[in-house]
């Protein structure tokens, strides 16, 4: 069964930064407030696998966001250096196509296996948040709307036996309802009330992120930029946890209005 991830498990920070040193001090500072750190294309471009041991020599579990893209025999080798490296979560391109997903899934499994190391969480990215509807349209001929392409690639991902999804948070509530069972969404283009915007235009707070279906929230700047990064971290966490005990608070309510509607909301989520 399912246990429900810690406010703290479900934190990702972004180590969007050019500096091993200052990466590795986020590490050691703030390990103990968040679940993992991103270690995206620049960070790795710049200090190589190196970088993925070196934080978790220091006991930070990472999500190595490379994105791969390529012939399904590529994908399947970059996938078994992943799980070989250690990543507790990596990720794909769904437009990568269906074969291409079941080769990075089997791939990691088998890598997992031999080498006696937990299968990481394998992800797709949907459609990226810096595409519009226009630019679907125009560049890539794709016609439907984002929301449905998003679906559509997210059923696609889960027959291909990936544990889940990259989406923005918009799209998080129709995508549960697209996909079955415990499938993982994580998601970036999240801000804090009080933090900036910056250039991400499509946001939640991160409690709204979570009440919304959100398993994992990706957070660079609001916590990068802040004065004191341990109480931007603490801030954030405490408004997931407000926003979890009131949905308990809700839920417990609703059970004792109507017991019979909650029951068949229970055996439909098995
Ligand atoms: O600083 P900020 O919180 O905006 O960082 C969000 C992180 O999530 C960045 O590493 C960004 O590359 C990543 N991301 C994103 N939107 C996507 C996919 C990834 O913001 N669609």
């Known amino acids: 069964m399912k246990t429900t991830p810690t406010a703290k498990d479900r934190i990702i920070l972004a180590l969007d930064i050019d500096n091993e040193q200052e990466a590795l001090g986020l590490v050691a500072e703030l390990g103990g407030l968040v679940g993992m750190f991103k270690v995206g294309h620049q960070l790795f471009t710049a200090y190589g696998p190196d970088i993925v041991r070196k934080i978790r020599e220091r006991g930070g579990r990472v999500f190595l966001d490379l994105k791969y893209h390529d012939i399904p025999n ?8 992943a799980v070989k490296l250690g990543a507790s979560i990596f990720n794909v391109h769904a437009l990568g196509g269906l074969d291409m997903m079941k080769a990075a899934v089997l791939s ?3 890598t997992a296996d031999k080498c006696g190391v937990p299968v990481p969480t394998l992800l797709a990215v949907t459609v990226l948040t810096s595409m519009s509807e226009r630019s679907l349209r125009r560049e890539l001929k794709i016609m439907r709307s984002i929301q449905r392409e998003v679906c559509h690639l997210g059923r696609l991902a889960q027959r291909a036996g990936m544990h889940g999804v990259v ?3 918009q799209e998080i509530k129709i995508l549960r309802r697209a996909v079955r069972g415990d499938f993982v969404v994580l998601t970036p283009g999240v801000r804090p009330l009080w933090a900036a915007k910056d250039d991400q235009e499509r946001i939640m707070t991160p409690a709204q992120a979570v009440a919304a279906g959100a398993d994992y929230i990706v957070i ?3 916590v990068l930029k802040a004065a004191d990064r341990q109480a931007a971290v603490t801030r954030i966490l405490e408004e997931i946890e407000a926003c979890g005990k009131t949905e308990a608070r809700d839920r417990k309510s609703d059970e004792r209005a109507s017991p019979e509607i909650n029951t068949s909301l229970n055996t439909e989520r098995g």
């Open 74 to 81: 590529t994908v399947a080798k970059a996938s078994a250096e």
């Open 167 to 169: 989406a923005s948070p």
């Open 220 to 222: 660079g700047r609001p």
């Open 108 to 110: 990691s499994r088998e």
